[in-house]
């Protein structure tokens, strides 16, 4: 099974750790998944590519995401004071998910689950590892290529994560798309370098 084992971001360690996320030598690790703080590319924040283990091909891209290859990276869980133990998912967006999927299910061998109509957006689903890649393709993308979007954590007690902080931090939870759970949204004054939300299990 092709597993993301980590993710490079380009953004302010310093940040995530304000809002509860341990970081040590420019790492944190979140349900086996390892989330490397490097520096922006030209002032760009963001994700900027992701590893993974056990792909049957080793491309450097997959529809344009920055990919690398590591098979023998040994797998952490770290404790926050978020309460942060798993990652739910990371958005990838594109202007087609019969393209961007392709190549994922191409370079991974991981199959496409389920696409969902969801209005002026469709949503694609593979599964890596522990975490789920939503592809997200828009009319408002016109790029030939994908790119990352953001992701969202699982944590176990979202009304405490979001207590913890200023509502200009993170939004008060909310019923999620998914059944039975809530989300909340990092604002812009969290610093994050992306898209974050945080989700019940």
């Not at 978020?82 to 299910?105: K, N, P, Q, Y």
Request: net charge negative; aromatic share 6%.
């Amino acid at each position: 099974m092709t597993a993301i084992v980590g993710l490079d971001v380009a953004a302010s360690r310093e940040a995530w750790e304000r809002v509860g996320v341990r970081v040590a030598d420019g790492v944190t690790w979140v349900g086996g998944v390892a989330i490397h703080f490097v520096e922006p590319e030209g002032g760009a924040t963001g994700i900027t590519g992701w590893r993974l283990s056990g792909s049957r091909q080793r491309p450097d891209t997959i529809d344009g995401l920055r990919t690398s290859h590591n098979d023998d990276e040994s797998v952490e869980s770290w404790t926050h004071p978020l309460g942060a133990t798993a990652f739910d998912h990371v958005v990838v967006m594109t202007s087609s998910i019969e393209r961007t999927c392709g190549a994922i299910e191409s370079a991974t061998g991981e199959p496409l689950k389920r696409v969902r109509e969801a209005g002026p957006v469709r949503q694609g689903f593979h599964r890596l590892g522990p975490v789920i890649v939503e592809v997200v393709e828009s009319s408002r993308v016109t790029d030939e290529v994908a790119s990352f979007w953001g992701l969202v954590l699982v944590v176990d007690d979202i009304h405490d994560a979001a207590g913890r902080l200023r509502p200009d931090v993170i939004s008060y939870p909310r019923t999620a798309v998914q059944p039975g759970r809530l989300i909340a949204s990092f604002r812009e004054d969290a610093s994050l370098g992306l898209p974050v939300a945080l989700m019940s299990r």
